[in-house]
């Protein structure tokens, strides 16, 4: 009898919990690649064939370190297509005594492994992944009680934990705990960007390639060129190269969107880290000791140590903090159909149509063209929060529901109310110009307010404070805009809110089927 110990697709690290301690000649690791997975949103192409890729090679890592592992393939004869039916199958056919596992990072995934012990009629035994800075014990202590749960604050207390950019006598490195304020220029023209490590694809991903391109044809973005890591070897390359080539200007430049510069300066090992394949605490140790050696600047290791130990820590507190409900939060009421150029790319604005082309081609986009660009818009053309979610879900190669859901429904999209920003992100076109090159080319005037002409941006910036003026009229980091709105005329403002209709009537529902 055996000891039966699942490991799922983004659990590939070998010191995982439930491989920890165990013993490799009574256990069977069992990893599945199922249909419900891939498809329980329509997932890009790419994303897909990373993690079946990953997968596979970790399976097989895992046996050159003396362990045996069940791997079901995705053409399996009788996959079942779901974690349980897996778990279940391999359960009788290993004559298994217990199941151990680490919990999902998802909320249906979590739900799921509940029912494996009644499902199979063995104990199950499930560990809390302690891949993760934060217990999410520790978390809850942490919110539990607090009027407000600010990233900030929390961010504050993971540096105290961790040591990370902390002297000895406790004090954030510099004196200062944060530096963003350093970190929104613009590149000059002529600037050399390091383009990401890539990695041909071996034998192995090349049969993932083909499974996916004819098992998913249908699905959203481009298979080739396929060049991400899919090893822990690969990945660590990954990392040195960031530390090496593109951290010393990560800082003062990651606010930037160049046309043509998908990456610019921006790591992309989040795909890494999301996997397993990469530890947080290593990459922000990495990046520490690069400031330390003087071969980086502080403002760009600590936004970089920010983004890892503060956002996705507190991005997974708060999706668990709040799920299910989290999930359903629409406290702005927006209903309106997502745009069909959000899968298609064929709009006029520039900025927008750069995004998604990008998007589609390599199944990532950084923070701030996802936020201030796709996340702004649907935000002040009043789409449909769960509908924003599924697609940011559906398009980006390290997009888990733990840490998608909380930056869309919360950050992004304010659907949650403000549990976890305390104003909205919405801006105008001249934001837009003023951190990039998309509105130079584009076929709408970024200094025009109105008309056909016009930047898009800025009468639906309007017309979303006029829309939601009782709610946030109030809100102390909004005063001045809304005192701007309150000095203009009654014309103007009409013309604002009579400009964005015009536009919004513009736009073309997507087709239904698309995310799920």
């Known amino acids: 009898m055996t000891m039966l110990i699942p490991v799922l697709g983004d659990q590939l690290t070998h010191t995982l919990a439930s491989l920890r301690d165990a013993d490799r000649a009574g256990s069977v690791v069992l990893m599945m690649e199922v249909w419900d997975e891939a498809t329980y949103v329509r997932h890009h192409k790419k994303k897909i064939a990373l993690i079946f890729a990953a997968m596979r090679h970790f399976a097989e890592a895992l046996r050159a370190d003396g362990w045996t592992v069940d791997y079901v393939p995705l053409d399996a004869p009788d996959n079942t297509h779901s974690f349980t039916g897996e778990v279940a199958r391999a359960a009788v056919r290993h004559d298994a005594r217990a199941i151990r596992t680490v919990a999902g990072g998802e909320y249906r995934v979590r739900q799921a492994q509940d029912d494996w012990g009644l499902r199979t009629g063995l104990h199950v035994e499930i560990l809390e992944d302690d891949r993760f800075v934060c217990p999410l014990p520790d978390f809850y202590t942490w919110a539990q009680g607090r009027r407000e749960h600010r990233m900030e604050y929390f961010y504050r207390d993971m540096r105290r934990r961790t040591g990370l950019l902390m002297t000895a006598d406790g004090k954030p490195e510099g004196g200062k705990w944060n530096y963003d304020h350093d970190n929104r220029d613009t590149p000059p023209r002529g600037v050399n960007y390091p383009a990401p490590e890539r990695f041909a694809p071996n034998a192995i991903t090349q049969d993932v390639l083909a499974l996916v391109a ?36 990560f800082g003062r430049y990651q606010d930037a969107m160049i046309a043509g510069q998908d990456y610019l300066f921006h790591s992309s090992l989040s795909s890494s880290i999301n996997l397993g394949l990469l530890g947080p605490i290593e990459v922000c140790e990495a990046a520490v000791a690069a400031y330390q050696r003087g071969d980086a600047p502080l403002n760009a290791v600590e936004g970089f140590v920010r983004q890892i130990i503060g956002w ?35 709009t006029d604005m520039r ?48 997009a888990y529901e733990w840490v998608e859901m909380p930056n869309v429904i919360g950050m992004s999209q304010f659907a949650d109310g403000g549990a976890i920003a305390s104003k909205p992100y919405v801006s105008s076109g001249a934001y837009i110009d003023r951190m990039s090159n998309y509105c130079g080319r584009c076929r709408f005037d970024v200094k025009k307010k109105t008309g056909a002409d016009a930047c898009p941006f800025n009468a639906l910036y309007w017309d979303f404070l006029a829309r939601h003026e009782k709610r946030f009229a109030g809100n102390a980091r909004m005063r001045n805009m809304y005192g701007t709105w309150g000095r203009f005329s009654p014309e103007k403002q009409a013309e604002y809110r009579e400009s964005a209709a015009a536009f919004l009537e513009t736009l073309t529902p997507a087709e239904e089927g698309w995310a799920r």
């Open 351 to 398: 900025c927008l149509a750069e995004s998604v082309g990008q998007t589609k081609r390599e199944a990532y986009a950084h923070h701030i063209q996802r936020l201030m660009v796709l996340g702004n818009f649907a935000l002040l053309a009043g789409i449909d929060p769960q509908a924003v979610s599924d697609w940011y879900l559906v398009v980006y190669f390290d």
């Open 214 to 249: 004819q098992r998913f044809a249908d699905h959203f973005g481009d298979l080739d060129p396929f060049a991400l890591p899919v090893t822990r070897a690969q990945a660590l390359c990954g990392l040195d190269h960031f530390i090496a080539a593109a951290l010393p200007d």
């Open 312 to 346: 996705r820590e507190y991005m997974r507190g708060m999706y668990w903090w709040d799920m299910p409900r989290l999930a359903t939060r629409n406290a702005l009421e927006a209903n309106r159909a997502l745009p069909d150029f959000y899968w298609t790319g064929d």
